[in-house]
């Protein structure tokens, strides 16, 4: 584990390959009942680069009305897949967190796709961390401080690479600048159809709901 920031800790090859493999076999079935969908911007209704959907009790999603959690899907109107049995241990063995993660966020990165500097604040719980899994290829993330205007740095995240943002890093500024070209020698799942070639899947594991305190 490397912590990059107070916080923000780094877990390099968290899923080894056989685990790569059989998380993205569980995504391609989620992807098959829950197709990849494409947000907007609120108010502008600009669409996002990156496709998305969603899978646990609530997914997140983005339009014209705004960012927001619902329980249904935006396009079928149906209820989000069950988050495969790999996500949720992952949550148990790294997030510290008493309670369940409520969402799981799955992005579709393409080659040349990127994801500007935005802070995950749509939740009621900051006190349960973000965690997300990498799967593809590397991505180079770029993370700052509080402020959109804090100083930046960046780090490349490889296909089964884990990372935590929590406590003084739970609420940073944070995007993807590029995906960089797969390296030939490196081991790489067969990832979903879904996902273009030379691309990358992102879960993104949330706990919503204000978690409750003895």
Excluded at 133 to 162: K, N
Aim: net charge neutral.
């Amino acid at each position: 584990m490397i912590e990059l920031a107070p916080g923000l800790l780094h877990h390099p090859g968290y899923l080894d390959a056989g685990a790569q493999g059989a998380l993205a076999a569980g995504l391609a079935a989620i992807l098959r009942e829950a197709p990849p969908f494409t947000p907007t911007m609120p108010r502008t209704g600009k669409p996002f680069s990156v496709r998305m959907t969603n899978c646990g009790p609530l997914g997140w999603v983005s339009d014209r009305a705004g960012y927001r959690y619902q329980a249904t899907h935006p396009e079928t109107g149906r209820p989000w897949p069950a988050m495969p049995d790999a996500v949720t241990r992952a949550w148990a063995d790294l997030a510290s967190c008493p309670a369940e993660p409520e969402a799981c966020l799955v992005n579709l990165y393409a080659p040349g796709t990127r994801m500007g500097l935005h802070q995950d604040r749509d939740e009621d719980e900051f006190a349960a961390p973000v965690l997300s899994l990498s799967l593809g290829a590397t991505a180079l993330f770029r993370y700052g401080g509080l402020t959109r205007g804090a100083p930046t740095r960046s780090v490349r995240l490889d296909s089964g690479d884990a990372l935590v943002m929590a406590g003084p890093s739970r609420l940073i500024f944070h995007g993807v600048d590029r995906i960089l070209s797969p390296d030939l020698l490196a081991p790489m799942p067969a990832l979903p159809e879904a996902v273009p070639a030379g691309g990358r899947l992102n879960l993104t594991l949330r706990r919503v709901s204000a978690i409750r305190r003895a």
